[in-house]
């Protein structure tokens, strides 16, 4: 079983602070998503990263595949009330159509007003 | 983007009783989807991989027979718990991914199952 540790697994920092997840693993990735689920709804897909070294930016957020693609980084600035939720880093099987996904167990990140 | 709803959002039933999800890909034809169980404030596990036309593939210590999985169409699925249980209870997420395009599965909003 090839498994995504994440930390931390919980975060409750207040709102202006910047914050850092991390997903980690002994093998090598071909390509890793990172998704982001607020309570009682399906997780939505914030990025894909596909090669070592990589830096993506959505907004405030940053996030950078390790270069020996067994890690990845997910960098948070000024964080606000509307961060608040479930993130979860994924990593696909052996490609194509029907790949499966392998999640991590999730960092719960609650951002306080 | 690509659209997965899922049916109904929340049900509850009786302990015995069996209770079916539907999943649907709404703008897309879905050559494969996966259902997912969650328990709160934890990750997703995969249940099964479900594809169109054949037996669906269940992941280890997912009983076939209790978590019935049909896959007659390409923008349909369905999962059917069967004889619930109060354990059963959680939330039931599938996705989908398209049959042409980027292999990126599209997840559903999820089916909140409570078991009394």
């Known amino acids: 079983t090839q498994l995504l540790e994440q930390s931390p697994q919980f975060l409750s920092i207040q709102e202006g602070e910047n914050l850092t997840v991390y997903c980690n693993s002994s093998s090598v990735f071909s390509s890793l998503q990172w998704y982001r689920q607020e309570p009682g709804e399906g997780p939505v897909l914030l990025v894909t990263?596909?090669?070592?070294?990589e830096v993506k930016k959505l907004k405030r957020l940053t996030f950078q595949f390790g270069d020996a693609r067994k890690d990845s980084s997910l960098h948070i600035t000024a964080a606000q009330p509307g961060d608040t939720g479930l993130y979860l880093c994924?990593?696909?099987?052996?490609?194509?159509?029907?790949?499966?996904?392998?999640f991590g167990k999730g960092t719960l990140l609650t951002v306080n007003p | 983007g690509a659209v997965v709803s899922q049916h109904p959002s929340r049900v509850i039933c009786k302990s015995g009783t069996s209770v079916k999800i539907e999943c649907r890909s709404l703008d897309f034809q879905a050559t494969t989807m996966f259902w997912y169980r969650q328990f709160p404030k934890q990750s997703l596990m995969l249940m099964a991989t479900?594809?169109?036309?054949?037996?669906?593939?269940?992941e280890q210590g997912v009983e076939k027979d209790k978590f019935l999985i049909n896959h007659a169409s390409l923008t349909l699925s369905t999962l059917t718990v069967t004889s619930a249980h109060p354990e059963d209870s959680s939330f039931y997420i599938c996705?989908?991914?398209?049959?042409?395009?980027?292999?990126?599965?599209?997840f559903g909003p999820g089916t909140r199952l409570t078991v009394t």
């Open positions: 479900s594809n169109e036309g054949s037996k669906a593939t269940y």
């Open positions: 996705s989908a991914t398209a049959r042409q395009g980027p292999s990126e599965q599209y």
């Open positions: 990263v596909v090669t070592g070294g």
């Open positions: 994924a990593r696909g099987g052996s490609g194509g159509s029907n790949y499966k996904l392998t």
